[in-house]
């Protein structure tokens, strides 16, 4: 399949995970590339045709800056595929202090609401562009609450914008993830080690996870990777302002 020829696909969180499998398959796909990702893995993406940039996505002008580099390299933008989020702490929501509250909402709602606004003047310009945010099912589970408040912003921001630009030529959906296999992150979001505690309140959400998928089990990359680029894809033309679960029938 070439859904992607002549295209230009941006994607953050590209380093590793969800997002290094879409990258790989994007290309396969025909696509240009820009990979972005805070950590310097992400240079490991070349090859004609692909440009990898490291940037903080929590902060508006790295957004601002790697959108306008994009343009600049490629000279348009078709695709954005806003991935960068996770989890940083896992337990109850009293044990959470303040400042890691504020960072699980900096790490998975700011880089999306921030791309978005700096992706979308490209988009309305040339009259086209498919955004994909990746949200999660954890906006309805476990020892989760400040991460699934972000995610639960991310949306509303797809639904809010995808009012905003459907006769506009601009499509918004997201996927909301289930529990997904993955090989071991290279570059882990919490370096702290988890306490016999914190390994506790973790198994909770796997159990809770795995009971609330209807197949009772995890999905793998590509399953995730594919409901990614169907949305993403002329596919997917007169979908708009949807988030498509991806749980094994958890609904979220």
């Known amino acids: ?15 590793q995970g969800i997002g290094r499998r879409l990258c790989e398959r994007l290309l396969a796909e025909g ?21 990898s940039l490291t940037a903080d996505l929590e902060q508006h002008s790295e957004c601002s800056r790697v959108m306008a580099a994009a343009v600049e390299h490629f000279g348009r933008l078709d695709v954005l595929v806003n991935n960068v989020g996770g989890t940083l702490w896992a337990k109850p929501f009293e044990h959470y202090e303040a400042a ?9 709602l700011f880089p999306t609401l921030w791309c978005c606004h700096a992706a979308l003047p490209y988009m ?13 099912i954890a906006t309805r589970s476990i020892n989760r609450v400040p991460y699934g ?47 016999a505690e914190e390994k506790v309140w973790y198994q909770q959400i796997v159990d809770q996870t795995l009971d609330s998928s209807l197949m009772k089990r995890y999905g793998n990359l590509d399953e995730q990777v594919g409901a990614i680029l169907f949305l993403a894809s ?19």
Do not use: W
């Open 1 to 15: 399949m070439n859904r992607f020829t002549n295209k230009v696909a941006l994607v953050t969180g590209a380093a």
């Open 124 to 136: 309305l310009e040339q009259g086209s562009g498919a955004i994909v945010n990746v949200s999660s």
């Open 149 to 195: 408040a972000a995610k639960g912003g991310v949306n509303a921001l797809t639904a809010c914008l995808a009012f905003e630009t459907a006769g506009r030529g601009v499509r918004v959906n997201a996927t909301a993830p289930g529990g997904t296999d993955a090989p071991p992150r290279r570059v882990p979001r919490n370096s702290a080690e988890q306490s």
């Open 234 to 252: 002329d596919e997917a033309s007169y979908i708009t302002g949807t988030v498509l679960p991806v749980g094994g029938g958890d609904l979220g």
């Open 100 to 108: 890691q509250i504020e960072a699980e909402v900096r790490r998975s």
């Open 31 to 51: 696509a240009t590339l820009v990979a972005v990702d805070r950590s310097e893995l992400v240079h490991e993406l070349q090859g004609e045709g692909v440009l």
